[in-house]
């Protein structure tokens, strides 16, 4: 947030929703018509930061995390924005925050393997309200190991449940994913995995959304970036507290085919992490 917010004026537009004049600023400038296109196109890889016809960049190496804002002047923001994504969950700031609820439905999924992730492409009519404000579920995809840190831990897997709002913001929600009991849900997503990069197919059975988040909504919850190429800022971040579990078979299957797909943790700077009571 910028300087001119006072600490109590932060707060208060957070706790009412996640969204702020400053956020809204910030999306509208960071996401141009190629994006807005990428989202009414297919839910779109652009809009998690995974971009057919964008320079090479990956998780390692040359094209790895640490290189990504030289890689195009598109990808400045990776380097330069001070709101960046993922940050370790920890020095919160204790609050009463408005609700998260997720309206989500039976659904048919088109599960993708766009090279950077598995990602599940959701029919239209799935949206959560967060602070009252209507965010259209888009898709979801998953990291190896968590993006976030809670309090320095990382988790084997995390899940990211990417939104938009009629006004072209996004949300995403993060849910931690522990080794655990096999999850029945995930594994709908997993059996239609495609192997090779580009690929895709339908899952067997539609699927809830829901199935795959916690039952405590308790949340953390801050203002931050996409976590890949072209790391555009303006994203308004819900992260549960709680996680979901999955079976160590299911978490070695998806790691087998993404050993890493992780940007390392960025600092929080003068941002406030909120947590909710």
Known sequence: MTDSFSRRRVLSYLAAGAACPVCASLAGRAFGAEDKAAH????ADKAAGHGGGAPHWGYVGAGGPDNWGTLSADFKVCDLGLEQTPIDLASTVRAELAGVESMFQDSALTVVNNGHTIQANCAAGNYSLIGG???????????????HK????????????VHRSQAGTLAVLGVFIRAGAANDALEVVFQAMPAAAGGEQPAARPLNPNALLPFDRGHFRYAGSLTTPPCSEGVNWVVFKTAIEASDAQIQKFAAMFPLNARPIQKQNRRFLLESL
């Open 40 to 43: 009414a196109a297919a839910g």
């Open 150 to 161: 809670l309090a320095g831990q990382a988790f084997p897997l995390e899940c990211h449940f």
């Open 133 to 147: 404000e209507r965010f259209e579920l888009l898709q979801f995809h998953f990291h190896h190991p968590s993006e």
